[in-house]
């Protein structure tokens, strides 16, 4: 991998312009691009501030290239990473787009948080450079890139953007089959689908479920993975457990009704100001802070 390399960063919203803001602080040259003027125009103003919050280098936001037109954004470009809205048709449709204006040894890869990668890139007349790379927000605080492969997928596209996330101070990490969700969505909604089952059943309130968390194995879990904490206890211990608790835990394979009711309702979390619990405008602030904060702290505790 080169160090220096052209980035096109297509979407400029909530994960585009932090994707960009990485790149770019990592010394390479990072063109943006989106559809809509009024976030191609602020993409930079959100990145600097960003910078400046952070305390990190503000001369890096000089490297971003703002271009509203996306074949002259894509066509110099060693690496385009698409973050445009959850939509499988629109990335299709995009992806296409820029295969027919990228050099010959272009990667290319999506930021979409669950559509399988296989079903994006499909149409593609080269497969072989395309592959998935799932980035959490805010891209600049959290560590993590899951770097996901198709059955098509070269391993020295996989190997480079590895190569590429890790310079840039991220933790790639290389998944190896592309299934929906990927590793992480599937690990937290699996606890999710638990979480709300939980409610749904009468056996506490919502409140208690995040509490549980949050005081109990939620505490360790940045330092103690799953399966390194079955080791910690023992195999034999978790087979143990697992035995007595497994048959009673949510496997539903749908959504839950529950859930779907309060959809129904509109109960639709901060936006609405209400979801498993009220939420008012302060109560909103204060969490959202209170995450960033958090996020802050473990950056500056992992410098
Ligand atoms: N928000 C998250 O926490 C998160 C985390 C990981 C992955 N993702 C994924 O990243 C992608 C982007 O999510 P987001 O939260 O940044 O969404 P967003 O709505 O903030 O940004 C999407 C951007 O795409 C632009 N866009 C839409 N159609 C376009 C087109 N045809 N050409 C150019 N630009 C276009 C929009 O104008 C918008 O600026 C999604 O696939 C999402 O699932 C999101």
């Known amino acids: 991998m080169a160090a220096k390399a052209r980035i096109a960063v297509i979407g400029a919203g909530l994960m585009g312009h932090g994707i960009a803001q990485v790149f770019a602080l990592a010394g390479h040259d990072v063109t943006i691009h989106d559809q809509l003027a009024a976030n191609l125009d602020s993409a930079k103003t959100r990145i600097l501030a960003n910078l400046k919050d952070l305390g990190d280098d503000q001369s890096a936001v000089e490297r971003v290239t703002p271009n509203a037109d ?33 050099q010959p040894a272009t990667i290319l890869a999506s930021n979409t948080s669950v559509i399988p990668i296989t079903r994006i890139m499909e149409g593609l007349r080269d497969r072989s450079r395309a592959l998935g790379t799932h980035w959490w927000n805010p891209p600049y605080l959290v560590p993590l890139v899951e770097v996901i492969g198709t059955q098509w997928s070269s391993q020295a596209a996989i190997d480079w953007t590895i190569a590429l996330h890790k310079a840039a101070g991220k933790m790639p990490v290389h998944v190896k089959k592309d299934v929906p969700g990927f590793v992480g969505n599937r690990l937290q909604h699996a606890l999710w689908r638990e979480a709300i089952s939980l409610v749904e059943r009468g056996i506490c309130d919502a409140e208690t479920v995040d509490t549980v968390i949050k005081a109990s194995f939620g505490r360790r879990l940045a330092v103690l993975g799953p399966l390194e904490n079955a080791d910690l206890v023992g195999t034999d211990l978790t087979l143990a457990i697992h035995q007595t608790v497994l048959a009673d835990i949510e496997s539903r394979a749908g959504p839950s009704p529950y859930l779907e009711s309060l959809v129904k309702q509109k109960k639709l979390g901060f936006k609405s100001g209400e979801g498993f619990r009220k939420w008012g405008a302060d109560a909103q602030a204060a969490l959202r802070s209170k995450v960033l904060q958090h996020l802050k702290q473990a950056r500056a505790s992992d410098a």
């Open 70 to 102: 996306l074949a002259a954004a894509v066509r110099d470009a060693d690496y385009v990473v698409e973050a445009v809205s959850e939509d499988l048709a629109l990335k299709q449709r995009l992806f296409a787009e820029i295969e027919r204006h990228v």
